[in-house]
């Protein structure tokens, strides 16, 4: 079974394989991704919609673990801890809203804990397959809120930065020790 292969990551996993073939055509290697999701959801579709019950029970599921790192390491998913090292300088992962070419970027939805774990191992992967030296991505994904200009820019800029707070929030809540979480899970 393939863990995180759903809708999150495997979008960002693919386009990055498709920009790593076409710099190999032109003998070079991807060293820096930057992917920017924006979403379109039907007219009559609903908040619920946003997210499937397996993305919730998989987002419950690592706050049950203990063990599980997936909240605060974006490289626990590469084996080699060396290398994993390297992950964790060049590409850190950051929960703020940014402006990118006049555009507000938040944090990916539904987590920004998804995504870079599964990216750098799939590039630490075919590294190692192509028997290559494992050169860490910098990667950072995002989700895109819209155009930055006048009263919408500023109103979409605070409604990413409320969106990284709730991610916070829900990261700090992950962070708490088991018996506080599986209270607030039954509270919820």
Do not use: C
């Not at 950051?94 to 939805?109: C, E, H, Y």
Request: net charge positive; charged share 20%.
């Amino acid at each position: 079974m393939v863990q995180t292969a759903g809708f999150e990551a495997l979008p960002a996993d693919l386009a990055l394989e498709l920009a790593r073939n076409a710099m190999r055509r032109q003998a070079a290697r991807l060293v820096s991704a930057d992917v920017q999701v924006s979403v379109r959801s039907p007219p009559s579709s609903g908040v619920g919609d946003l997210l499937s019950g397996g993305t919730i029970q998989s987002i419950l599921g690592v706050f049950e673990d203990p063990g599980d790192p997936a909240l605060q390491d974006v490289a626990f998913r590469v084996p080699d801890e060396s290398d994993a090292i390297l992950v964790r300088k060049a590409s850190p992962n950051r929960l703020r809203p940014r402006l990118d070419a006049g555009r507000v970027i938040g944090p990916m939805m539904p987590a920004a804990f998804i995504n870079p774990p599964v990216v750098h191992r799939t590039n630490w992967l075919l590294a190692r397959e192509a028997d290559e030296d494992v050169v860490p991505l910098r990667y950072r994904d995002g989700l895109q809120f819209g155009r930055f200009s006048g009263v919408g820019g500023v109103v979409r800029l605070l409604a990413a930065g409320a969106f990284a707070l709730l991610q916070a929030t829900v990261l700090a809540v992950g962070l708490l020790p088991v018996p506080f979480r599986r209270a607030l899970a039954r509270a919820g």
